[in-house]
């Protein structure tokens, strides 16, 4: 025994051993890339000195070259500058191409090993190493110390397997933190190869890559997978954008983080098609707080805005949740008659003047209410938006007053008619009566006053004639009474400002740079003072579409807030990435034609994700068994690991918050991430009051926040009644049940009706 233990020990070391010699080998290389990164700070700081300095002859010529070199040198600088967490994560050996072509990366660009790469007795030389990491690094001679993750030579770091490993031998996740690398971990793509590496047999580290970024603790933000993408991932990552890519999966299986890594990866591949940016449609507030770090740790930021849908209307943020039944009104499509009706109806919300009275050529002309009304159903009979059919309405005025003056006939001669009915016209518009007539009468509209006007109930109720029933009248008018819009009003505002129009905004005028002052030139581009971060906020201020959508969550937006998202992608390509299983609206059909009609007639990609990296197999099956009431004949996505610990289930004893608390407070003693409380959506306030004093790492959230977000454990209160709290209740409940990447309890009460293990009767067999 005490032998076979000493050759245990001995095979330990010498793991040991070539683990750290390792180590030391990628800490060699990832110290020589900072240098060389040093040296590339160096040079832009040069650059952005040198660019000053060019600003001082004055010309007009010098300030644009001026202005375009610091812009240039300012966004390199700022890339260099980012303090990555694992700037370099990745490293491929790779065998003899069949051809000896480069790419402009500096690496070879043929897929497939030559003729003769594998010798007949198995063994072959590696004939060229490439590290992957978040930016390219080239060094002096202009070869690659590191390969950009988006470049076409590291799509083998992330589509390679044994089943097809093209030129890949090895590949390596490296694990490092700041500048000091932490471990490795190895999987082989050619297991049955002898490979040699500068005439040493190539050694294999660790038990896959893959499960290690797996088991990591979770923290209150998302991290990026670029260290773990698998090929399925990769593949949509890295689609052509043209027209539309439609991504379906799973709960676990990466679509957030597909489509983050699929924006970075855009802006890389075009920069300049992108420059018109890129629009990210969040579901929650919590879910776009949770990924907004991703895209400046995979080396971009500035081209991307991440929005949750209730802050696409600029200047209004939802605060709000509606009720199930108010929710399904408001999303619906048939609120687009509402509004319709609302806008025309808001002209008369103030008592508008009932009589014109005005003097023209001498004479007092008048129309009365029944003639105003037929000017104002000529007016509205046109399709312009409200407030751009104000000129139309003041041009029928002035024909019923010509008209009625008899000044029509006056004069045979056109010429001359003309001329007196400019004059006529010129003499009326100038007056203040008719001045404050047409303002009173045609008022400029607000979407948000309009919204106001619909929460009075009476009102709603003729606008919604045979649109919505009077329960949806009367629960619609009294949620707009409170304080604060809900999501759904968002899509409401959004819409109501296409219906009415507005004038265009005045432009603000940039700052003046202290040069300017000095030569009298205003320049053309950003000034030296504003950083990307800041352009980068006033360009998303700015802009209204964008060159390319992506819709995360996509099963979940209304058709209302289809409309939304569609006027800000008229011309743009769009990647939509959802789940029918996970959807918490009620009509998905309503919903897929108000999508279908934001998208148009663009040709579809469809991908299916199908592998669940979130969940151990214990909670996917547990989850499954509601997929299975909720949409039968679904497939859940196939986890790809197991840890042996098997949702906990517990009954409410004394009562539901001391329940609730007692449970966290043991997950985080298991756990070194994340706790998330699930509840439902009218319990989120006393369900945070329930985790007081819990510290940070515990959070309680409603069903319907849950959306996108993971943590390492999860307690789900009461499955009867998040699933009996909307028709899409279940579908809801199974979004719940699959947060938890360690480990889930199931708290039941009363209304779940428990068994004798405490498991919910919509849980069991």
Sequence with gaps: MAAQAHRQDAVGSVHDSVRDREIHVEQEHLDRVYRRLEEKIHEAEFLMQDAARRGQVGTPGALAERDAQVFRAGIHLSRLNNEFEDFLFGRIDLLTGKDGKKGPDGAYTAVEPAEGAVRPDNTADIAETLHIGRIGVLDQDYAPLVIDWRAPAAAPFYRSTPVDPGRVVRRRVIRSKGRRVLGVEDDLMRPELTAYLDGDELPVIGDGALMAALGQARSHTMRDIVASIQAEQDLVIRAPAASVTYVEGGPGTGKTAVALHRAAYLLYQDRRRYAGGILIVSPTPLLVAYTEGVLPSLGEEGQVAIRAIGSLVEGTEATLYDSPSVARAKGSSRMLKVLRKAARGALELNDPPARLRVVAFGRRLELEAAQLDGVRRAALGGTAPVNLLRPRA?????????????????????????????????????????????????????????????????????????????????????????????????????????????????????ELDPLDQLTGLEELMPVREESQRERAERLAQERVEYAHVIVDEAQDLTPMQWRMVGRRGRHATWTVVGDPAQSSWSDPDEAA???????????????????????????????????????????????????????????????????????????????????????????????????????????????????GLEYDATVVVSPAEIADESPAGLRVLYVALTRATQQLTVVSADRDEPDAAGVPDLLRE
């Design 593 to 707: 034609e108000a999508r279908d009609e934001a998208l148009g007639t663009r040709p579809r990609r469809r991908f299916e994700l199908t592998v669940n990296y979130r969940n151990p197999a214990e909670i996917a099956e547990l989850a499954s068994k509601v997929l299975a009431l909720a949409m039968p004949g679904s497939v859940s996505p196939k986890a790809v690991r197991s840890t042996g610990v098997e949702p906990r289930f517990t009954v409410v004893e004394e009562t539901l918050a001391a329940t609730v608390r007692d449970e966290a407070a043991r997950l985080l003693e298991r756990v070194d991430g994340t706790v998330g409380v699930v509840v439902a959506m009218q319990r989120r306030e006393e369900a945070r009051r329930w985790l007081a004093g819990l510290g940070d790492r515990v959070v309680a959230l409603g069903s319907l926040e849950a959306k």
């Design 394 to 510: 003041r041009k029928l005025l002035l024909d019923a007053l010509w008209e009625r003056s008899g000044a029509a006939g006056r004069h045979s001669d056109p010429e001359l008619a003309a001329e007196l009915r400019s004059s006529f016209d010129e003499d009326i518009t100038s007056e203040d009566d008719f001045i404050a007539f047409l303002d009173a009468w045609w008022p400029e509209l607000t979407p948000a006053a309009v919204l106001d006007a619909m929460a009075d109930e009476r009102r709603l109720g003729r606008w919604a004639r045979r649109i919505l029933n009077p329960g949806e009248v009367r629960k619609v008018a009294r949620s707009l009474r409170r304080e604060g819009r809900s999501v759904h009003d968002i899509a409401l505002l959004d819409e109501l400002q296409a219906v009415l129009g507005a004038p265009a905004r005045p432009r603000r005028k940039r």
